[in-house]
């Protein structure tokens, strides 16, 4: 069972910047290929961003290309999400999930077996 932890989320004006981590103290994430999805109150879940177990395949959901980056340290066992230029309506629950492979299919990633609980993004105006 692989357990995913994110952390990092939290308040932030408008334009301001903040970095995610998914990490896994008990599995290895270098197996898994690792999206980022996030949930506004009264919103669908969205697909943020995907990145292929080697990095080599990168994906972006179109509100975020340009101001978010995915990355991941196979070293340090972990994932990131940096976040720029943030905007009110990137307030949301974030969460990271692992698969196999990135599915992307209209900016969402399908397939997706194992999930974390999810860190919370504020953006003031």
């Known amino acids: 069972q692989l357990q995913l932890v994110e952390s990092g989320g939290g308040l932030v004006q408008s334009g301001g910047s903040l970095r995610l981590s998914c990490s896994s103290s008990v599995s290895r994430l270098n197996d898994f290929a690792i999206g980022w999805f996030r949930q506004a109150p009264g919103k669908e879940h969205e697909g943020v961003a995907c990145i292929s177990s080697s990095g080599d395949y990168i994906d972006y959901a179109g509100a975020v290309k340009g101001r978010f980056a995915i990355s991941r340290d196979n070293a340090k066992n972990a994932v990131y999400l940096e976040m720029n230029d943030l905007k009110p309506e990137d307030t949301a629950v974030y969460s990271c999930?692992?698969?196999?492979?990135?599915?992307?299919?209209?900016?969402?990633?399908?397939?997706?077996?194992?999930w974390g609980k999810g860190t919370l993004v504020t953006v003031s105006s």
């Open positions: 999930a692992a698969a196999l492979m990135c599915v992307n299919r209209e900016d969402y990633y399908y397939g997706m077996d194992y």
